[in-house]
């Protein structure tokens, strides 16, 4: 069964706390992304990685940092320095970065509330 | 930037057909893209469109883009309760470094 795996599903920090979330695809695709969800907006950017051991920022990277050691696992440090870190966080993930007809598929998400 | 608009709700009646709307920004984008996401699931790919077609059909769903315009739109027939859904509509702007733009999402409440 393929697909994209996040963990947990929900998940409570204390301020001040860095803490990570996981993300595991069995597709064999080479690129990953992680988004940021809030109410009413679109989904955001943080980071997305094109290739094993390769990782660049999207538009809001900051307060966060990844990591790719192997193909099938993005995970996603939120870090003490993310003002407001309290969202739904959703990794995806396709066959090949930039190919034209190239779709991204999603995993369940995490909601990450800070307390 | 690139930018992609939606309304935030949508209230339709079940058996009724419902007309979510988008505009884009960027008419470089070669792919569009209508994205379905229940509560508390990740996204699902429902369908996109290729810039140089006007319609795509897929069983229940018909999207229709108008370039000239740049709006896009996804109408669902005989709508039904699982349809009860966030629906987004994103581009892929050849400029921007081949990574999607998202739309807020509409919320679409089918009522009985």
């Known amino acids: 069964d393929g697909g994209i795996t996040q963990s947990p599903k929900y998940l409570f920090r204390k301020e001040g706390q860095n803490v990570t979330l996981s993300c595991e695809q069995n597709?064999?695709?080479?690129?990953m992304y992680w988004y940021r969800q809030d109410p009413g907006q679109g989904l955001r950017l943080i980071y997305y990685s094109q290739i094993v051991n390769d990782f660049q920022k999207g538009d809001i990277a900051e307060g966060y940092s990844v990591s790719r050691e192997k193909k099938e696992s993005f995970p996603l440090t939120v870090t003490s320095a993310q003002k407001n870190p309290t969202a739904f966080y959703l990794c995806a993930s396709s066959m090949r970065y930039a190919a034209i007809t190239d779709t991204q598929y999603f995993g369940p998400g995490t909601r990450l509330t800070v307390l | 930037g690139e930018d992609v608009e939606q309304s935030l709700f949508l209230s339709v009646r079940e058996g009724d057909s419902s007309v979510i709307n988008c505009t884009y920004t960027?008419?470089?984008?070669?792919?569009l893209y209508w994205y379905k996401q229940e509560p508390g699931a990740g996204l699902q790919l429902l369908t996109y469109i290729f810039s140089n077609m006007d319609m795509k059909q897929d069983q229940r769903l018909t999207v229709l883009l108008n370039k000239k315009d740049k709006h896009l739109s996804l109408r669902i027939a005989d709508t039904q309760t699982g349809d009860s859904a966030i629906y987004f509509c994103?581009?892929?702007?050849?400029?921007?470094?081949?990574?999607?733009?998202f739309g807020p999402g509409t919320r679409l409440s089918v009522l009985p």
């Open positions: 960027d008419s470089s984008s070669t792919y």
């Open positions: 994103a581009e892929r702007p050849v400029n921007y470094g081949q990574n999607f733009v």
């Open positions: 597709l064999n695709h080479d690129a």
